[in-house]
């Protein structure tokens, strides 16, 4: 059973930098991709950065340049490196996966429902 736990979120001020983590269990082998979206209150669930895997890399254009998204050697942790960071970025920020995946290699989708597994999420709530 594929598990995805997220860790890291935490109260900052505007400007400031956060990095969530999200460590995967469960995997077979590395035929999948994941991402991370986020959703605050009255809003709908949001992709915000995703990796796929052959190591591509896709971000919502209200992030570009201030997010990034990563994972550790051994492919199991995946991180969100976010900077600059404003109050309208307040959210819940859930980790996702699409296992299995044997299509393309550079497919790295934004959009909820391309995924099948979620984690529970981690609050950021950037304040001004």
Same mark, same amino acid.
């Given at each position: 059973?594929?598990?995805?736990?997220?860790?890291?979120g935490?109260?900052? !001020? %505007?400007? /400031?930098?956060? =990095?969530?983590?999200? #460590?995967?269990?469960?995997?077979?082998?590395?035929?999948? +991709?994941?991402?991370?979206f986020? !959703? %605050?209150? /009255?809003n709908? =669930?949001?992709?915000? #950065?995703?990796?796929?895997?052959?190591?591509?890399?896709? +971000?919502?254009?209200?992030?570009?340049?201030?997010?990034?998204?990563?994972?550790?050697?051994?492919?199991?942790?995946l991180?969100?490196?976010?900077?600059?960071?404003?109050?309208?970025?307040?959210?819940?920020?859930?980790?996702?996966?699409?296992?299995?995946?044997?299509?393309?290699?550079?497919?790295?989708?934004?959009?909820?429902?391309?995924?099948?597994?979620?984690?529970?999420?981690?609050?950021?709530?950037?304040?001004?």
């Amino acid at each position: 059973q594929v598990q995805l736990v997220e860790s890291g979120g935490d109260s900052v !001020q %505007a400007g /400031g930098s956060l =990095r969530l983590s999200c #460590a995967a269990s469960g995997y077979t082998d590395d035929r999948h +991709y994941m991402g991370w979206f986020r !959703q %605050a209150p /009255g809003n709908e =669930r949001e992709g915000v #950065a995703s990796m796929a895997r052959d190591g591509r890399t896709n +971000y919502a254009d209200s992030v570009k340049g201030r997010f990034t998204i990563s994972k550790d050697n051994a492919k199991t942790t995946l991180y969100l490196q976010m900077n600059s960071l404003k109050p309208e970025d307040t959210a819940m920020y859930y980790c996702a996966a699409k296992f299995p995946w044997y299509d393309g290699n550079w497919y790295a989708p934004l959009a909820a429902e391309e995924y099948n597994y979620w984690g529970q999420g981690t609050q950021v709530t950037v304040s001004s």
